[in-house]
């Protein structure tokens, strides 16, 4: 990393004596080992003072955004959000702001925040701020979700290896068609039509992830179409959607499963792979939720099971949620080492936005919090035995 990226503990030494931090943040910071102004590289050290109003009045988006404008600073992000979470500081911090934090969850619970009028929002705000960013932090596959490390030589490797297991296990066969919910950049679709002989029809709601992904498939049977998935009505040998889900939302999980139900011929398979949260939560991340991910929502096995119930069998249920701290490790190694070619174009808060996004993610999913599944679901109509593959 370059120096000027962060604030060392030998340069904020001689800065000017600030205020002790609060009582309150200073004991619940403490439960997970982390110290503010210490010198260990998970401790917290404060540049500006106002970050103690910031988080006891904002919480976990006060944090964030204190961070994004410099106010503290940290050796290693990944670590502070792994021993923070770990105690789940951020429901204890929350708690401290009871009217901001009831006024999320009635937001979750009173609107569909995932309607047909919102649904492109994400990919305005996230998947279409710049190709470059995502060429340069991802693999050459353009995998935007969890890569399968066991036994895997570094992070294309990794993304290889889950393309072909997630063809696997819909057991592919040449001219079948699979519809694909969310294909980002056309990575898999790419890959199951050129070793799997398929037939694949993408959908996204990123303007920039249909161009590039028509690009990339360029001589392949392959069509990339920008709608939502409540659009469709056509039915498919197969069903696959690969980090897509996070976007759907509790109110919208029957329709969501239902139109996939609609979709699948009755002897196909639905591979649906999400990120999935170790409980079930009224709210998101209130950060995450403003500058990463607008109107995202992780589910619960509870919640998604619940949504599967009488529409579909699920076949298998694969976790591999640690390779996703793996996976968001090396592409911050990626985007940090591009970071010279991108400044000029995404500037300092820029920067500091990523790092902390990926970082709290990486920390997340280190802290079990976040999991990763793969859910293989068929029909009851289906009469193959399907056997498990891994």
């Known amino acids: 990393m370059q120096k000027n990226h962060t604030f060392t ?20 910071v403490a439960e997970a080992g982390v110290a503010i102004n210490g010198d260990a590289p998970w401790d917290i050290r404060v540049l500006d003072e106002r970050v103690y109003s910031r988080v006891l009045t904002k919480g976990s988006l006060g944090f964030g955004e204190a961070y994004m404008d410099g106010m503290w600073e940290c050796d290693r992000l990944d670590q502070l959000f792994h021993r923070l979470l770990r105690v789940d500081i951020e429901d204890k911090i929350d708690s401290g702001s009871r009217l901001r934090l009831l006024g999320e969850i009635l937001r979750h619970s009173l609107f569909n925040l995932q309607s047909t009028g919102r649904a492109f929002q994400v990919g ?12 340069a932090m ?5 995998s935007y979700s969890c890569a399968y490390w066991h036994n895997a030589a570094g992070l294309r490797d990794a993304q290889q290896k889950k393309l072909d297991m997630i063809c696997r296990k819909l057991e592919l066969k040449p001219g079948e068609r699979v519809l694909e919910i969310g294909c980002g950049w056309g990575g898999l679709a790419r890959f199951a039509a050129e070793h799997y002989g398929v037939e694949v029809v993408g959908i996204t709601v990123s303007k920039e992830q249909q161009k590039l992904a028509r690009e990339r498939c360029a ?3 392959v069509t990339i179409e920008l709608m939502d998935y409540r659009s469709l009505d056509e039915q498919f040998d197969k069903i696959v959607s690969v980090g897509m889900f996070e976007h759907v939302g509790p109110k919208n999980y029957a329709t969501y499963f239902d139109t996939a139900h609609r979709a699948l011929k009755d002897d196909g398979l639905f591979l649906l792979h999400t990120i999935g949260n170790a409980v079930t939560s009224p709210k998101t991340d209130a950060w995450i939720d403003k500058y990463i991910f607008p109107n995202g929502k992780l589910p619960s096995a509870r919640e998604i099971a619940s949504a599967v119930e009488g529409r579909f069998l699920i076949e298998d249920w694969h976790n591999f949620g640690t390779d996703y701290d793996l996976t968001l490790m090396a592409w911050w190694k990626n985007f940090d080492t591009a970071w010279p070619f991108l400044e000029a174009r995404y500037g300092k808060r820029f920067y500091r936005m990523w790092k902390y996004y990926l970082m709290s993610c990486a920390g997340f999913f280190r802290a079990r919090q976040g999991q990763l599944w793969q859910l293989v679901l068929s029909k009851r109509e289906r009469r193959d035995v399907y056997r498990s593959v891994r």
């Not at 503990?9 to 619940?28: I, K, N, Y």
């Not at 305005?124 to 060429?135: C, K, L, S, T």
């Open 124 to 135: 305005e705000q996230h998947y279409d701020i710049g190709n470059d960013v995502f060429e």
């Open 9 to 28: 503990l030998e340069e904020t030494r001689g800065a000017p004596m600030l205020q002790e931090p609060p009582a309150v943040l200073r004991s619940l």
């Open 219 to 221: 001589g392949l049977p």
């Open 138 to 142: 991802l693999d050459p596959t353009m």
